[in-house]
């Protein structure tokens, strides 16, 4: 009988394995059992002969409501009153998905501000000048 590598599946810092299997493996991580945040999967392979190899891979948990807020960013320097929107929206589970509150609204970004100008600009000056074309052909 052939040997083959063992896979031992570590989740964070655990001192014991999720999963000892033998190579090749497919299996499913079941994220609902985490808390979210970031964490990280540890795979170690061991082969026939002993030899060791280890696979560090980073990934962050996402379960719970997902929360947009809109009028402040990141490390923003402020001052003053500051409009601010939050909205926190779940997304149901893997048969049903939530309709209500999993769109969040925001304003009008200002380039569409800056289109509508040019665009009326533009309107008036061919507007203008289309008909002075036609005063002289007449």
Do not use: C
């Not at 999720?18 to 540890?42: I, Q, R």
């Amino acid at each position: 009988m052939e040997e083959r590598s063992k896979i031992y599946i570590f989740i964070d810092q655990e001192n014991q394995p999720v999963a000892e299997l033998v190579a090749p493996v497919n299996f499913e991580l079941d994220t609902t059992k985490l808390v979210d945040g970031k964490h990280t999967l540890k795979i170690i392979s061991k082969d026939p002969t002993g030899k060791e190899g280890i696979r560090l891979v980073p990934f962050e948990v996402r379960n719970g409501p997902a929360i947009s807020i809109e009028g402040i960013k990141e490390n923003a320097v402020v001052d003053g009153v500051i409009p601010i929107m939050v909205n926190a929206y779940g997304k149901g589970d893997q048969k049903n998905f939530m309709i209500v509150g999993s769109e969040t609204p925001q304003s009008i970004p200002f380039w569409i501000f800056v289109l509508l100008i040019v665009f009326a600009a533009w309107a008036v000056y061919y507007h203008f000048t289309s008909s002075s074309v036609q005063l002289f052909t007449n």
